[in-house]
């Protein structure tokens, strides 16, 4: 009698697992997110690639160029045409001259015919769209390669800015570390008679400023891994996770760059340079292409046809219909046309056709001196910003090091009670102000590194990072 009961209650527990599974599916990210390991630089760079919209866009616009030549390469190529028709029911009277009466025919008719065409001259204008056209693809291609570096480049910087957002935060949690234990020495002084109450409560003020520069410090490390999922286009309501870098390894890059040698290079390495002047010679082309219309043009046309009576009711002038096959075969007809076509006068739209060419090209040539003039001068600029960041860290490295020994010193003078409350939290906002600058300086130079390679054209896609603690 206790059977159907357990049989019940077996089917109210698996009811109960069945309603929890849609939460632990929906909860399933969140533990995924939180399991998974920190990213390195190198992966950052390959999801943003995998994902960004605008690489998938030069994609699209590369293979559309490629179908461009395709086209363009089978204007060459003879035009074939086969057409077929059938007539089912043809009625025709015919009055007979012997007397009045008049012979009707009823037939049903068969036609097939195939024809050719080629354009043997139009004055160069497939050939210029055929050059023109693989210009472009060419351009697209490098357009592609840029937005790649370009995507790499963005990466690496908000990478970079997570990393020095960390180290700040850090250097903000040790200073608030630092007055607190100079608030309770104030506080132990105090009590001793050694030192005043207004020492104490401006030791609490600054250790309240200390802390509310903690709560920045991690906003702003917020706001940098929220920029860097942006533009890598992860999931928005998950949060990522970076390995960290060493500032020390950031320290082994060259001393000083040329700016001279560095232009050098951009001028001939930067993909988006070579692919404007591909662009100006697709434009000089479409001038040839408009061009064509002031010449002649010559095409040949080959054409072959027959027809059949499948059925036919009825005689005409006392002749029989031969079968089919043998109607298919004698019933014959082909042509060869050689043709010329040369327009006169079209109302000038060929002149306008021109002008408006010789205007795109003139354009592309003059955004492409643009484009050099303005990478020259980002050169010149990335290069003086990269050897003033090499020399600020062996300045701030030199100010850390006394920085931090004028505070140990002041603070051991303030524990005996013979330094003032102004003294010895100047020297610790001094002591943490320069090691912020330190960590700066560190992860300034790793970007100026970046944007040196970037402006040159040479951005890897792929870093050559060490991680200590990568697994």
Excluded at 12 to 20: G, Q, R, Y
Aim: charged share 25%; net charge negative; with cysteine.
């Amino acid at each position: 009698m206790k059977k159907p009961y357990r049989h019940a209650e077996l089917i109210l527990v698996i009811c109960f697992f069945m309603l929890l599974f849609p939460v632990a599916i929906q909860a399933d990210p969140v533990r995924r997110i939180s399991e998974q390991k920190a990213l390195t630089l190198d992966e950052c760079i390959a999801l943003a690639l995998d994902r960004a919209s605008g690489i998938k866009k030069a994609e699209y616009n590369l293979g559309l160029t490629g179908e461009e030549i395709l086209k363009n390469y089978g204007q060459f190529l003879p035009k074939i045409s086969v057409n077929a028709s059938y007539t089912p029911v043809s009625e025709s009277t015919t009055f007979l001259p012997e007397g009045s009466s008049a012979a009707t025919t009823s037939s049903e008719r068969i036609d097939i015919g195939v024809s050719a065409s080629l354009n043997l001259f139009n004055g160069f204008a497939d050939y210029a769209a055929l050059k023109s056209s693989i210009n472009r693809m060419h351009s697209a291609e490098l357009t592609l390669s840029r937005a790649r570096q370009t995507v790499a480049f963005d990466i690496t910087q908000a990478y970079y800015r997570i990393l020095l957002d960390r180290e700040l935060l850090s250097v903000a949690e040790k200073n608030l570390e630092a007055s607190e234990s100079l608030l309770q020495l104030s506080r132990r002084q105090f009590e001793t008679g050694l030192k005043p109450l207004t020492d104490v409560l401006q030791q609490e003020a600054e250790t309240a400023n200390s802390r509310l520069a903690v709560i920045q410090a991690e906003e702003e490390l917020r706001q940098s891994r929220i920029e860097l999922q942006k533009r890598m286009q992860t999931d928005p309501l998950s949060d990522i996770d970076i390995q960290t870098i060493p500032p020390e390894q950031l320290k082994g890059l060259v001393p000083s760059v040329s700016a001279d040698s560095l232009i050098a290079a951009a001028l001939q390495n930067r993909a988006d340079i070579e692919s404007a002047a591909l662009e100006s010679k697709a434009a000089k082309w479409d001038i040839t292409r408009s061009s064509s219309a002031r010449w002649p043009s010559f095409d040949v046309s080959l054409s072959y046809g027959t027809n059949a009576y499948p059925y036919y009711d009825g005689r005409v002038a006392g002749r029989d219909i031969p079968p089919l096959d043998d109607q298919l075969t004698d019933q014959t007809n082909y042509s060869v046309t050689l043709s010329m076509n040369w327009p006169m006068f079209d109302g000038f739209l060929t002149r306008y056709g021109v002008e408006q060419s010789k205007t795109a090209y003139l354009t592309r040539k003059l955004d492409q001196s643009d484009l050099e003039r303005s990478v020259i001068l980002d050169i010149r600029l990335a290069a003086g910003n990269y050897n003033t960041a090499y020399r600020q860290i062996s300045a701030a490295e030199k100010n850390l090091v006394a920085a931090e020994k004028a505070f140990e010193t002041i603070k051991r003078t303030y524990e005996l009670g013979a330094a003032t409350f102004v003294e010895v939290n100047s020297a610790r906002a001094s002591f943490a102000s320069a090691r912020s600058e330190y960590k700066r300086s560190l992860y300034n130079l790793a970007l100026q590194q970046a944007v040196l390679e970037y402006t040159t054209g040479t951005h890897p896609i792929t870093s050559n990072l060490e991680y200590p603690d990568y697994k």
